[in-house]
Nanobody, 124 residues
Framework: QVQLVESGGGLVQDGGSLRLSCAASERTFSIYVMGWFRQAPGMERDFVAAISWRGGSTYYADSVKGRFTISRDNAKNTVYLQMNSLKPEDTAVYYC?????????????????WGQGTQVTVSS
């Protein structure tokens, strides 16, 4: 199973920026898609962004389009989430996830490996 470790969360003011990182190890050759999800207290885990590990195609939730950018560095087995123009409603625990099946969607259930999560708090 792919091992994932996130970093980069923290507290930022409304309109600020943060960059999250997710380092993958173990069986990284099996990754097809890397994704970011977030979960606010009492809410479901929601899709934020994803990137094809081989081709680099990117996908975003409507709520973050134009503000967040997902990217990858295959040499470092790391995926990033640059978050700009942050809003209080972006406050959540952010999780990195890996999909090791070639075919599948971008729902949380399609991803088999998960990081421990990193807290992002945006103050108003």
């Amino acid at each position: 199973q792919v091992q994932l470790v996130e970093s980069g969360g923290g507290l930022v003011q409304d309109g600020g920026s943060l960059r999250l990182s997710c380092a993958a190890s173990e069986r990284t050759f099996s990754i097809y898609v890397m994704g970011w999800f977030r979960q606010a207290p009492g809410m479901e885990r929601d899709f934020v962004a994803a990137i094809s590990w081989r081709g680099g195609s990117t996908y975003y939730a409507d709520s973050v389009k134009g503000r967040f950018t997902i990217s990858r560095d295959n040499a470092k087995n790391t995926v990033y989430l640059q978050m700009n123009s942050l809003k209080p409603e972006d406050t959540a625990v952010y999780y990195c996830a890996a999909r090791t099946r070639m075919w599948g969607g971008l729902a949380a259930s399609d991803f088999g490996s998960w990081g421990q999560g990193t807290q992002v708090t945006v103050s108003s």
